[in-house]
């Protein structure tokens, strides 16, 4: 009913720039919290950043500085600017939405595929 759509992994250089893209499409009524994770070689899942509808946003402290998440509530997506990339961000990256089908649905959360973002030299 509902897919989730990531675009803009890619090989990069340390220090380098990425802009991961996310849209959400099918049957949805509205969407809350929408937010990133990755996961590294041998790392467990972890949550990278997240907005709020409303736009509030979190970050892992690894990130805070570098990355910024945004979304665009017309077009039901979420981007990832990442900025000074380093080795030890190399992960898969994961686009995560709580999202409401219908009027009278609880949320459920959707995951995309993943994308896969690797930084070096």
């Known amino acids: 009913q509902v897919q989730l759509v990531e675009s803009g992994g890619d090989l990069v250089q340390p220090g380098g720039s990425l802009r991961l893209s996310c849209a959400a499409s099918g049957r949805i009524f509205s969407i809350n919290d929408m937010g990133w994770y990755r996961q590294g070689p041998g790392k467990e899942r972890e949550l990278v950043a997240g907005?709020?509808?409303?736009?509030?946003?979190n970050y892992e402290d690894s990130v805070k500085g570098r990355f910024t998440i945004s979304r665009d509530n017309v077009k039901n997506a979420v981007y990832l600017q990442m900025n000074s990339l380093k080795p030890e961000d190399t992960a898969v990256y994961y686009c995560n939405a709580n999202i409401v089908t219908t009027r009278w649905s609880a949320a459920l959360d959707a995951w995309g595929q993943g994308t896969l973002v690797t930084v070096s030299s």
């Open positions: 907005i709020t509808r409303g736009g509030s946003t």
